[in-house]
């Protein structure tokens, strides 16, 4: 027959092999003497280790969309430097129209735009 003993904190009556409290939670003596953890105490370790990976997903995903925007930067610098004058050139005519122009002013065709005016219309 199991011996009975007495929660500290609530009084309640349990087994004297019980880690922790039936009634309250609290921790017993034979609970702390075997470092027995709580539930909770599991959860707190595996929410910071979510965390730990969470900075690290965001550093790396942070330095890729730096390199991006500094390339995506370059790359329209050369395209500007190649069309200074952000023109477009109209296929039917040769006439220069300015950046954005859906309609050439000379010959009156649809012209396309560049790569480099792409998305300022």
Same mark, same amino acid.
Request: with cysteine; charged share 25%; net charge positive.
């Given at each position: 027959?199991?011996? !009975?003993?007495?929660?500290?904190?609530?009084?309640?009556?349990?087994?004297?092999?019980?880690?922790?409290?039936?009634?309250?939670?609290?921790?017993?003596?034979?609970?702390?003497?075997?470092?027995?953890?709580?539930?909770?105490?599991?959860? /707190?370790?595996?929410?910071?280790?979510?965390?730990?990976?969470?900075? /690290?997903?965001?550093?790396?995903?942070?330095?890729?969309?730096? /390199?991006?925007?500094?390339?995506?930067?370059?790359? !329209?610098?050369?395209? #500007?430097?190649?069309?200074?004058?952000? #023109?477009?050139?109209?296929?039917?005519?040769?006439?220069?129209?300015?950046?954005?122009?859906?309609?050439?002013?000379?010959?009156?065709?649809?012209?396309?735009?560049?790569?480099?005016?792409?998305?300022? #219309?």
């Amino acid at each position: 027959m199991k011996k !009975m003993v007495y929660c500290s904190n609530c009084g309640e009556k349990m087994a004297d092999d019980a880690y922790f409290c039936p009634k309250c939670g609290t921790k017993t003596p034979k609970g702390k003497a075997s470092n027995a953890t709580y539930p909770s105490d599991e959860l /707190r370790d595996a929410f910071y280790k979510v965390g730990v990976e969470l900075e /690290r997903a965001f550093s790396v995903a942070a330095r890729e969309t730096h /390199r991006a925007i500094k390339k995506a930067g370059e790359n !329209m610098q050369q395209k #500007t430097a190649s069309n200074p004058q952000g #023109t477009i050139v109209c296929t039917s005519c040769g006439t220069k129209n300015v950046s954005g122009a859906v309609f050439c002013h000379n010959c009156g065709a649809k012209v396309a735009p560049s790569e480099g005016s792409q998305g300022s #219309t």
